[in-house]
């Protein structure tokens, strides 16, 4: 009967049956690593491969995750259920400080995980990496605090805008950190996965400009598509307003209708101009009005734009399977299918296609992800996994939830 020792806990694997040994979930508490069997293995070569992973899964990196009891928060923890290499040993969230994580979520009360804390009593000696999900405006200063050592992979606004002055403007408080923001990556992966693997500090994308840039940097960048008279029409389920409660967010206030907000003046639009504006190399102004659905999660962004002389609708869908063809979590569907965000619910993919206008020389993009798993905390794990040097996809491949 052999036995793998992990810190001062054995796991008898020789009393398992062979079918019953797979992929390896880490659980971090009281010092001590726990190896958990999950997925199932039918062969004696199964069994080497997983007796590997246990060798391999014992350079755990160990997460920090702040602002654990917010939506994003809590998205990172339920993917990392299931990341063979990213182990949570400190989780911060000041109103639920000394609160576990199943009283707050019971989704996740079966993670045995430790309490969470206020971002003021945490010990960062033993952290790799931290999942920074707290509000924008709070960021600057905590993330300015933390050890220099920590990679950072910071979910708010607060890195995002290249321009402090801009940060300033539509904000409405100056930047506390000017000089993290000169060292910030701005961390939409497909666009800039060489520049993430080297980065320290990744500012990771907003929801919209998630779904509004994958699909327009190509057109862009291949001079395929007019850079005026963009018009984007983008919708979004209600947590991604947050989890504070707010009269508006109200299930009476929101159900049995759709609700256009932040007209001409949110906050996202500095962000996707500026990423437009990288890939035109001469500056981008669109026209963006979100709405608010009634629904928990999901998104679709409609955009509208004009094709240059003598380009086709088929350029436009070649040039974007061209991109896209080789990536794991963006995906180009079949001529004509339209996509849905109840097709993406809960995974990290991003579907996506284009139309011809009925108005000749247009077209009709449409994306559509999970506003919190590829367009936040999916995302953000999907960039830590690059700056670890580990497989982009480690810990992501969630199908996606239907019905």
Not at 12 to 26: A, F, I, P, T
Not at 49 to 67: D, Y
């Amino acid at each position: 009967m052999s036995s793998a020792a992990l810190g001062a806990v054995s796991v008898d694997v020789g009393s398992l049956q062979k079918n019953e040994v797979g992929r390896l979930k880490v659980r971090r508490r009281s010092g001590l690593v726990l190896r958990v069997r999950a997925s199932v293995a039918s062969s004696q070569q199964s069994l080497q491969l997983a007796k590997g992973k246990t060798q391999k899964s014992e350079k755990t990196v160990q997460i920090g995750v702040l602002g654990a009891s917010g939506y994003t928060g809590a998205e990172i923890i339920r993917l990392l259920a299931n990341h063979p290499q990213f182990g949570i040993m400190l989780m911060t969230a000041d109103r639920k400080a000394g609160q576990s994580i199943g009283s707050v979520f019971p989704h996740l009360i079966t993670q045995d995980l430790p309490d969470m804390i206020a971002v003021k009593d945490a010990d960062f000696s033993d952290v790799d990496a931290v999942f920074c999900c707290l509000p924008h405006g709070t960021t600057q200063e905590i993330i300015k605090g933390l050890p220099k050592g920590l990679k950072i992979v910071d979910l708010s606004a607060d890195f995002r805008l290249r321009d402090i002055d801009e940060y300033e403007e539509w904000y409405g408080l100056p930047h506390k950190a000017p000089e993290l923001q000169k060292e910030a990556i701005y961390g939409l992966t497909e666009v800039s996965r060489d520049e993430i693997r080297n980065a320290r500090l990744i500012a990771n994308p907003g929801c919209y400009p998630t779904s509004i840039q994958l699909p327009l940097i190509p057109l862009i960048k291949a001079h395929l598509i007019e850079l005026t008279n963009i018009i984007i029409d983008a919708k979004s389920g209600v947590s991604g307003a947050g989890r504070g409660a707010k009269e508006a967010n109200l299930y009476t206030e929101i159900s049995e209708g759709i609700h256009s907000y932040g007209l001409t003046k949110h906050r996202h639009v500095p962000e996707i101009e500026q990423g437009l504006s990288d890939a035109s190399h001469s500056k981008v102004t669109v026209s963006f009005t979100p709405h608010l659905m009634p629904m928990s999660r999901g998104m679709q962004s409609t955009i509208y734009v004009q094709m240059a002389p003598g380009v086709t609708i088929e350029d436009l869908y070649q040039q974007l399977k061209t991109t896209y063809e080789g990536e794991e979590f963006v995906k180009l569907l079949g001529k004509g299918s339209v996509p849905h965000t109840r097709h993406v619910r809960g995974s990290n993919y991003c579907f996506m296609n284009v139309f011809q206008d009925r108005i000749p020389g247009r077209a009709i993009i449409i994306s559509a992800i999970d506003n919190l798993v590829k367009g936040a905390s999916g995302q953000a794990i999907q960039n830590l996994n690059l700056m670890m040097g580990f497989a982009e996809n480690m810990g992501l491949q969630y199908q996606p939830l239907f019905p």
